[in-house]
């Protein structure tokens, strides 16, 4: 019988301390090589047109169909929907697209195996950097959003304790998806962009981002309810405008309202548990079988 | 022609033995390289405290007024230790890079002003490349660097296929170039170079990451193509001090952006030790007879040490000139002794290097 | 020495050499059938049930009509990334590759360096083009006016002519500004998709300064032309109108065809000669 050997509370305290040692040596990483080829101003003006951008075709669009016809409730679904779908994007590319990047143009991956930093935390840490732009980019939008278009919010409406308790539920659910790409990148070629990016533009179509899901055909209303992500941005727009956001979608009381805040809370809660404690299993699963085929340091060269 | 190079590949061995053994000076030829005071400075930014200073920008000087010449015809060497300017002088002759004074010219054409001919008649591989389109066969992008050149399709295609062959990567003519393990890039990056026929070559550092045999197979058949091709010229740099010694005619060793030495490896290893020094074994002379030996007529000095298991002793001669070694020789096998070893002892191409530059380039690896 | 081809003979042989490999790239690695055209054409789909949110789509006609006008825009954003990744971005690229010292070194070009980029990109984008079209139009069932297809290919090469002489341009420009220029060409992903009406009509705009601007990018004036050539019941001025009539734009998208591709020309002189002087044309890492 072979003996079983328990980790010895020093162990596992070291094993802490390492693994946060990777964490911030990985944050500090992340960070410098998101923004050091630029002074602090460019990086902030480049880092946040990308998001811009997106919403402004969002705004072109309502400005084409809206004409005499203005629908700020609507408009304002739209922009804040999109301005936390931005921390979506962010979180999932950015620990999706690190295994990319290390892999195929620093080519450090396999020193990063071959070390004892910790890669669980060491992909957290270099996506860190991506997630905080994420949130800034967020602030910048809604400031923009708030002075310029006509928005239907108001600081006295904003939901100050759900909103922290659903962004940081979401934030953990939205950490387990990426680390389920970066997973599936283990094993993928580089196709153009990432496998972070592709997912995050399916996500655009399934998860309410930029209508409500009633919108949608049944079918594919079946599998928005299944996306985690919306009901996270369902929470986060009830949280930001202090209610439902498009209540009524032609003439009928729309799916999300009829989900009760400590419904939505517990399915968030359900979600982020579910999310991260899969995507670490998942990245443990992928590893193994990326060691198996040899394929860690693999770059596609395409 | 390739083929004759393939056949003369395989004698390669005895024929570079032979020209090893040959120190006589080729007469003088036209030049392929020239290089005349040819100095390259980079204006550096300061960060804001130096600017804060006053200091508006620093004055990197990577080639302070470097002169060579190369001979067509010539497999000339370039060492030195990383930083030494190297890098930057070859940049220089292959157009890459503008002097910032003097004068350069490859094949007898300006390399500034006549730019586009010198690259008609120039080709450059570089050690340790992993350049090339990871989506095409090797065969493809060979053909690929041959169009830029202007060759014929037809004709590219039966070079391409033949060099292959030389470098033994013809099995693998029809894979893709992302499946290549890094020294079969390299030697299908080496074809590259040869492919378009270059009157003058540059190799740097051309064996980086091959194995043995491959580093093997791309030294034998640059001699030998040179061989074959009397007025071509290789430029080579390289880290492997015994690549330079067997290879090269001549060898310029460069630091700190200026030449310190530039002759034959023979020559320069005499700079360090004028006279030759040789080692022989013998058996079967007495005390006296040993004692006959330094009055041979050339022997400078004589020193000797009893070999092991008392089989004799191994004499150190110091002579004058090398043909006093045959006098020696016939000394011993007349004084009745036999010959167990003769080797003769020189210094060596690091041993030079060393006493130029200060440092070995492995010490140097080591500092970092 | 080996009998090698000079002027417009080895223009020619470089130019197929250099778009040789971004043709042939197509059938080596078909997963892009899957990751750039099926998946994108879903997410584009996302576009439409906007409009459909904000009350646009009234009738079967109209939301196919919107369809198409997403579609198109699709179409058009494979163009756009192919000049942003594979023309503008691609010197960069090459230069941290290694290629692009060998590209200087040998003795044709890089006009025709540049010329065979484009080529091998457009056929490389104009696949991908037509697989989401005809994705589209299969899946879709999105109808176009069979009147407004010749003009609209007519639309579609000027177009073509403007915009890679805009990308040749660019990939020189870039070339000098090193690592920020692959900062750039993300950074500027988005935004040029919204100013271009890529997703919406160019005239959602609304304001001349911006329309003018947004028509250095000749995308937005070709995609508006085509779309009211292939889209006349959509582009009848209720609910969308074009900017200028169609074949004005393409007027004025070759006229800026012609302006790109002589910059292009004088740029690349220009950035070769300057790379050499400032020594950061084969320095990787810069």
Request: glycine residues 8%; aromatic residues 10%; neutral net charge.
């Amino acid at each position: 019988m072979s003996a079983i050997i328990h980790d010895s509370p020093k162990k596992v305290a070291g094993d802490v301390a390492e693994s946060l040692r990777t964490f911030k040596v990985a944050s500090w990483l992340g960070w410098q090589i998101e923004s050091n080829w630029a002074d602090p101003f460019a990086f902030f003006v480049f880092s946040i047109m990308r998001p811009l951008g997106a919403s402004l075709i969002l705004v072109l669009i309502y400005g084409a169909v809206s004409g005499n016809n203005s629908q700020p409730e609507a408009f304002t679904y739209l922009y804040v929907s999109n301005a936390w779908f931005t921390l979506v994007v962010n979180t999932i590319v950015g620990l999706s697209w690190t295994i990319i990047d290390e892999r195929e143009f620093y080519k450090m991956l396999k020193y990063v195996y071959t070390s004892p930093a910790r890669i669980i935390p060491f992909l957290m840490g270099r996506g860190l950097a991506k997630i905080v732009i994420g949130m800034l980019t967020f602030v910048v939008l809604m400031g923009i959003g708030i002075i310029f278009f006509p928005m239907t919010l108001s600081w006295g409406a904003v939901q100050w304790g759900w909103l922290p308790l659903y962004f940081v539920l979401g934030m953990i659910m939205l950490v387990g998806l990426g680390l389920i790409m970066a997973a599936v990148s283990l094993r993928t070629a580089r196709h153009g962009g990432s496998i972070g990016e592709i997912v995050a533009g399916l996500l655009l179509l399934f998860c309410g981002a930029y209508y409500p899901v009633d919108v949608l055909p049944d079918w594919i209303q079946k599998i928005s309810l299944a996306v985690p992500v919306t009901y996270w941005l369902e929470g986060m727009r009830r949280a930001t405008a202090g209610r439902v956001l498009a209540p009524v979608v032609k003439g009928h009381p729309s799916i999300m309202s009829q989900i009760g805040d400590l419904q939505l809370l517990s399915i968030l809660v359900f979600c982020a548990v579910a999310s991260l404690s899969f995507s670490i299993w998942f990245y443990k699963f992928v590893e193994r079988t990326a060691k198996e085929a040899g394929v860690i340091d693999k770059v596609s060269n395409y | 022609m390739l083929e004759d190079t393939t056949v003369a590949l395989a004698q390669g061995e005895a024929q570079t033995q032979e020209a090893a053994m040959t120190t006589s000076p080729k007469p003088a030829r036209k030049l392929a390289i020239k290089v005349e005071n040819v100095s390259r400075t980079y204006n550096i930014k300061v960060d804001k405290k130096a600017k804060k200073e006053g200091k508006e920008s620093k004055l990197l000087t990577a080639l302070g007024g470097v002169s060579l010449e190369v001979e067509e015809g010539e497999l000339f060497g370039l060492l030195g230790p990383n930083g030494a300017g190297k890098t930057t002088l070859i940049k220089i002759m292959t157009t890459l890079l503008a002097p910032s004074g003097g004068v350069a010219m490859v094949d007898g054409l300006d390399v500034v002003k006549e730019a586009t001919e010198v690259r008609r008649r120039i080709n450059m591989v570089s050690g340790g490349e992993t350049s090339g389109y990871g989506i095409l066969t090797v065969r493809e992008n060979l053909w690929v660097w041959s169009q830029f050149y202007g060759l014929d399709s037809k004709v590219a295609r039966q070079r391409i296929d033949e060099l292959l062959k030389i470098v033994e990567l013809e099995d693998k003519a029809g894979a893709l170039v992302s499946g290549l393990s890094t020294g079969q890039r390299q030697r299908m990056n080496f074809c590259r170079g040869f492919v378009t026929d270059p009157k003058v070559l540059f190799l740097d550092e051309p064996t980086l990451g091959l194995d043995v045999h491959a580093a093997r197979i791309v030294r034998d058949f640059t001699q030998t193509w040179m061989k074959q091709n009397p007025d071509r010229t290789v430029l080579l740099t390289t880290h492997y001090m015994a690549e330079a010694d067997s290879l090269c005619d001549r060898i310029a060793i460069i630091d700190h952006g200026a030449v310190l030495a530039c002759d034959t490896p023979s020559n320069l290893k005499r700079m360090l030790q004028k006279q030759p020094v040789f080692e022989i074994g013998v058996a079967g002379l007495n005390g006296s007879q040993l004692e006959a030996l330094p009055r041979i007529p050339g022997v400078v000095r004589v020193s000797s040490e009893s070999r092991e298991g008392g089989s004799g002793y191994n004499l150190k001669f110091i002579i004058e000139a090398e043909p006093v070694i045959g006098a020696v020789v016939s000394e011993i096998t007349a004084q009745g002794g036999s010959i167990l070893s003769l080797q003769k002892n020189e210094p060596t191409l690091e041993d030079v290097f060393i006493k130029l530059v200060g440092r070995s380039l492995s010490a140097e690896d080591k500092e970092k | 020495m080996v009998e090698k081809a000079t002027g417009w003979r080895l223009f020619r042989k470089t130019v197929w050499g250099r778009a040789y490999p971004r043709i042939i790239g197509l059938s080596r690695e078909p997963s892009w059938l899957f990751f750039e055209v099926v998946i994108p054409a879903i997410g584009l789909l996302a576009y439409l049930f906007i409009y459909k949110f904000l009350g646009q789509e009234e009738s079967d006609r109209t939301k196919t009509d919107i369809l198409g006008l997403v579609i198109l825009g699709g179409a058009a954003v494979t163009y756009w990334q192919n000049i942003l990744w594979m023309m503008a971005s691609q010197l960069y690229w090459d230069k941290q590759e290694g290629l692009l010292e060998l590209f200087i070194l040998s003795p044709t070009s890089l006009m025709a360096i540049l010329l065979g980029m484009s080529i091998g990109g457009l056929v490389m984008a104009t696949i991908r083009a037509s697989a989401v079209m005809i994705f589209g139009i299969v899946v879709f069932s999105i109808q176009f006016s069979l009147e407004g297809i010749l003009p609209a290919l007519a639309a579609f090469l000027i177009t073509m002519f403007a915009l890679y002489g805009l990308g040749m341009m660019l990939s020189t420009v870039f070339l000098l500004w090193g690592r920020a220029a692959w900062q750039i060409s993300l950074a500027l992903t988005e935004p040029i998709y919204a100013l271009s009406g890529m997703y919406s009509p160019l005239n959602a705009l609304k304001n001349p300064v911006l329309v003018a601007a947004a028509g250095i990018v000749p995308i937005s004036l070709g995609l508006d032309a085509i779309r009211q050539l292939l889209l006349p019941s959509l582009f009848d001025g209720s609910p969308f109108s074009g900017v200028l009539n169609p074949w004005l734009e393409v007027g004025i998208l070759f006229a800026a065809g012609v302006v790109f591709n002589i910059a292009a020309y004088i740029l690349v002189k220009r950035v070769e000669w300057l790379a050499k002087v400032k020594a950061s044309l084969s320095l990787r890492w810069q």
